[in-house]
């Protein structure tokens, strides 16, 4: 129960929330008395913050950072309520950050909210039983996990190397497949290469995927300095040859996998209903295709190419919504484009860009272990709920 204040406090009118520009994520200080309290309820585009038994002027207030559009005051009889609107999401897991700290000056309180997108979930998975992954034909699925970069490229630079952290994903990735039954095949099990020129490096990944079942390739990304500290968040891309609006489905549940494996429906894909989070953001220029298609043999195709390009989506979808809800990171949805790695395979094939390390904060999730071993479980997960479900017999 929420003890109401005093008649004399109920009649003070509290001061406009102040806001801060901070890197990597937006700062809202409340300047209360020290008999305060507060609710907090995040809403996904928004976070309402209720404090019984004080007065506010409403209005609403335009901001226009990143993580912080403008916020609403509003008064409810006895109680105010400030509304913060978050472009990139707030969730009981995720978005946000509050701590209580002593005024300034006098004897009040100060409610601290931080806002960012890239405040995630970095607890340590919990202990799920294994995986096992049968299928009724008994069939033993082959898969190929990609470590973008490595040897002489290193990919995007931030607080860790790209090619060192997608070869620390890679790996955990092929743990969770292989305790499934799945067998993997790594392009790169260190700081390797196949050669120091690019197009045999890349022709030579490819190669990999003759006779397997997927291909997976596994990134982070990089954003200009002018959007670093704006631009985070999980994306899946798939090849076609035209660039299509991104969609983007709902996180799936972080749930143990019960023997075998379960088989939970993904929620229904949401049409995205508003201008998607930064629709110009593009990967890293280092996984763009940086091969002219004209000077590329065209590898034996083993499916026709439309259906392999319905089945890469619906795997990034699959990988996306199950890396979502294992880490609770922000959704910039699944997207289209014309990577090498992903076009000149034969099989199904996607490519995870798993966060920015140009971003303050997500940079250095991704030095996190804990949160490492969350993006391998959702894209491991997300590939075992395909081959459950939507692969094709042959």
């Not at 590898?299 to 809800?325: H, I």
Request: net charge negative.
């Amino acid at each position: 129960m929420v003890a109401l204040l005093s008649t004399s406090a109920l009649a003070q009118s509290l001061p406009p929330p102040r806001i801060g520009d901070q890197p990597g994520f937006a700062r809202v200080v409340l300047d209360l008395p020290k008999e305060a309290t507060h609710q907090i309820e995040p809403l996904g585009a928004a976070l309402r913050v209720t404090l019984p038994g004080q007065t506010v002027t409403p209005g609403l207030h335009f901001v226009s950072l990143p993580e912080l559009a403008g916020y609403v005051l509003e008064q409810h009889e006895n109680q105010a309520v400030l509304i913060l609107l978050t472009p990139q999401g707030v969730t009981p897991r995720s978005g946000y950050k509050t701590m209580t700290l002593a005024a300034l000056q006098g004897d009040g309180q100060r409610l601290v909210i931080d806002l960012s997108g890239a405040f995630v979930d970095t607890s340590p998975l919990p202990a799920f039983p294994e995986f096992r992954f049968v299928k009724a034909s008994g069939r033993r699925f082959s898969v190929v996990v990609d470590a973008g970069h490595g040897g002489p490229d290193p990919g995007a630079l931030g607080p860790v190397v790209e090619k060192a952290v997608n070869l620390e994903v890679a790996l955990r990735v092929r743990r969770f497949l292989q305790n499934a039954g799945v067998e993997v095949t790594l392009t790169r099990e260190s700081d390797t290469a196949f050669s120091p020129d690019k197009r045999t490096d890349l022709a030579q990944r490819v190669a990999l995927a003759e006779g397997k079942d997927l291909f997976v390739s596994i990134h982070a990304n990089a954003a200009a300095p002018t959007r670093a500290d704006a631009w985070c968040g999980l994306e899946v891309y798939y090849y076609s040859p035209t660039t299509t609006r991104p969609f983007f489905p709902s996180p799936a549940p972080l749930l143990p996998a019960p023997p075998p494996l379960a088989l939970n429906p993904l929620d229904a894909l949401e049409a995205a209903q508003s201008t998607p989070l930064d629709p110009g953001a593009q990967p890293s220029p280092e996984d763009v295709n940086p091969i002219p298609p004209q000077s590329l043999p065209t590898p034996t195709p083993q499916m026709d190419s439309l259906r392999r390009m319905e089945l890469s989506r619906t795997l990034a979808t699959r990988v996306l919504s199950y890396t979502l809800g294992a880490t609770a990171a922000v959704n910039r949805g699944v997207r289209s484009a014309d990577f090498f790695v992903i076009r000149y395979t034969g099989v199904p094939a996607i490519l995870v860009e798993m966060g920015y390390l140009s971003h303050p904060i997500e940079g250095q999730n991704l030095r996190d272990t804990n949160y490492l071993e969350r993006i391998s479980y959702g894209i491991a997960r997300g590939i075992l709920e395909y081959l459950e479900n939507d692969h094709p017999f042959k």
